[in-house]
């Protein structure tokens, strides 16, 4: 409870003001009372189901507090072309209360968790006049603003093959083609650069070999280089000496004469 403020004493003129400042005061004020975040319903937009078949409504929410004991669940319907909705479903206190009396009756199944936000139900038995819309409110107390969130249902004799569904699977198919084309290319390349570096290696070690031999080629003349001159020599020092014994035949002769 809150009480009224004493009125502050008079100043003396001229003396310094110890009022504190209007921002202050209005961040003290929003601390004490700060209201409770808006809580978050999430619904699908629309449902399709087949005449006898069972659907399901999933429900789920955000709240910025913990799961309360005091969470409850209520599920309203408002029937195709109607005005007023009915309250259907409703969850409380660890229980589930269920509609025993109008169009619903004994067709609906608790099948959520509050502990996993989770406040999903089942219709079994559709049929036509199941057709409508689908409202879902969630309270998760202190968290108790906030807005419902609607799902239309809709009732077929064969459930039609939606066109996202549709849309969906080409996507993935032309996804599934991309990426088995991109695959293909991938190994492709591996294999060519790994012939190119099998190739590679080849060359260079043919390259290796060719420096190699004139090497061997170059100590082989180096070694021969000495012998060859050596035989030059004695060339050289065996013709002179018969030129020298030619030239002393030619003068004994000369002297004899």
Same mark, same amino acid.
């Given at each position: 409870?809150?009480?009224?403020?004493?009125?502050?004493?008079?100043?003396?003129?001229?003396?310094?003001?110890?009022?504190?400042?209007?921002?202050?005061?209005?961040?003290?004020?929003?601390?004490?009372?700060?209201?409770?975040?808006?809580?978050? =319903?999430? *619904?699908? @937009? /629309?449902?399709?189901?087949? #005449? +006898?078949? %069972?659907?399901?409504?999933?429900? &789920?929410?955000?709240?910025?507090?913990?799961?309360?004991?005091?969470?409850?669940?209520?599920?309203?319907?408002?029937?195709?072309?109607?005005?007023?909705?009915?309250?259907?479903?409703?969850?409380?206190?660890?229980?589930?209360?269920?509609?025993? =009396?109008? *169009?619903? @009756? /004994?067709?609906?199944?608790? #099948? +959520?968790? %509050?502990?996993?936000?989770?406040? &999903?139900?089942?219709?079994?038995?559709?049929?036509?006049?199941?057709?409508?819309?689908?409202?879902?409110?969630?309270?998760?107390?202190?968290?108790?603003?906030?807005?419902?969130?609607?799902?239309?249902?809709?009732?077929?004799?064969?459930?039609?093959?939606?066109?996202?569904?549709?849309?969906?699977?080409?996507? +993935?198919?032309?996804?599934?083609?991309?990426?088995?084309?991109?695959?293909?290319?991938?190994?492709?390349?591996?294999?060519?650069?790994?012939?190119?570096?099998?190739?590679?290696?080849?060359?260079?070690?043919?390259?290796?070999?060719?420096?190699?031999?004139?090497?061997?080629?170059?100590?082989?003349?180096?070694?021969?280089?000495?012998?060859?001159?050596?035989?030059?020599?004695?060339?050289?020092?065996?013709?002179?000496?018969?030129?020298?014994?030619?030239?002393?035949?030619?003068?004994?002769?000369?002297?004899?004469?």
């Amino acid at each position: 409870m809150l009480r009224a403020l004493a009125p502050a004493p008079a100043m003396a003129p001229g003396a310094p003001s110890s009022s504190p400042s209007p921002i202050l005061a209005v961040l003290l004020f929003s601390l004490v009372l700060s209201p409770a975040q808006a809580i978050v =319903v999430y *619904t699908d @937009k /629309e449902v399709h189901g087949a #005449v +006898g078949s %069972p659907v399901t409504l999933h429900c &789920s929410f955000w709240s910025s507090e913990w799961v309360s004991d005091d969470i409850s669940f209520t599920w309203r319907y408002q029937p195709e072309g109607g005005r007023d909705a009915i309250s259907i479903f409703h969850y409380a206190k660890g229980q589930p209360y269920i509609d025993e =009396v109008g *169009t619903f @009756k /004994e067709r609906i199944q608790w #099948v +959520g968790d %509050p502990q996993w936000k989770d406040g &999903s139900i089942v219709i079994h038995n559709l049929d036509y006049s199941d057709n409508g819309t689908f409202t879902c409110d969630v309270k998760n107390p202190p968290d108790i603003v906030g807005k419902t969130s609607q799902v239309t249902l809709y009732v077929f004799e064969k459930v039609p093959t939606r066109y996202g569904v549709v849309l969906g699977a080409v996507i +993935g198919g032309v996804l599934g083609v991309v990426l088995l084309l991109l695959a293909l290319v991938y190994l492709v390349r591996y294999c060519w650069l790994r012939r190119q570096a099998a190739l590679q290696r080849r060359l260079s070690a043919m390259e290796k070999g060719k420096l190699h031999k004139p090497g061997k080629d170059t100590s082989k003349r180096g070694r021969q280089t000495p012998v060859l001159y050596a035989m030059l020599d004695h060339s050289r020092s065996t013709k002179a000496a018969s030129e020298k014994k030619s030239k002393g035949l030619g003068e004994s002769r000369k002297d004899k004469k």
